[in-house]
Structures are given as C-alpha cells and as structure tokens.
C-alpha cells in the first residue's frame, strides 16, 4: 500500500509479502513491513526523500522494529556512464 502526505510525496510503503520463520523453523508466516519516509529536499533537480525507516512490523507482544534509518545529505548522478 502507498501512502502520500499532502505534497503529494510518498510518505509510506507497506506490504505483507515478506516471511518469518516459526521458532522450530518448519513453517512460515506473511509479517509485515514499511518504508515510512519523513522528509523531503531537493538534491541535483530531483525532489529525494531525504529522511526514512525500514521497518518489520510484527505481531504483539513484539510490534515494530526499526531495522534501518536513512538520512540523505548529498546524491551525484552520472547518467552519461550508464549503459
């Protein structure tokens, strides 16, 4: 699901297609995930989110988990060299 704030900026990604393993490892289940982003700029003539969160969103008693933070500061594109 894509989730945009009032700027039309994408604010959020959230899916349920990745897996988890069961303790004894014979099984699996559909968890939870999103991307939320907290910021936008412009970098290089791009409007970039510049501030975002990887996130497993689990069950209760274990809730979300941040597993990733991001925090943009500069990007370079060289779009000559690419084939």
Same mark, same amino acid.
């Given at each position: ?7 039309? #900026? ?34 290089? &003539? ?7 969160? &990887? ?18 500061? #500069? ?9």
């Amino acid at each position: 699901m894509l989730t945009f704030n009032a700027d039309h #900026d994408l604010a959020n990604f959230a899916s349920q297609d990745r897996f988890r393993a069961s303790v004894d490892g014979r099984s699996f289940h559909r968890q939870g995930w999103s991307t939320p982003l907290a910021a936008y700029q412009q970098l290089e &003539g791009y409007r970039l989110p510049t501030i975002g969160e &990887g996130q497993w969103v689990a069950p209760e008693p274990e809730g979300t988990f941040t597993y990733l933070e991001f925090h943009l500061d #500069d990007i370079h594109y060289n779009v000559q060299d690419a084939k």
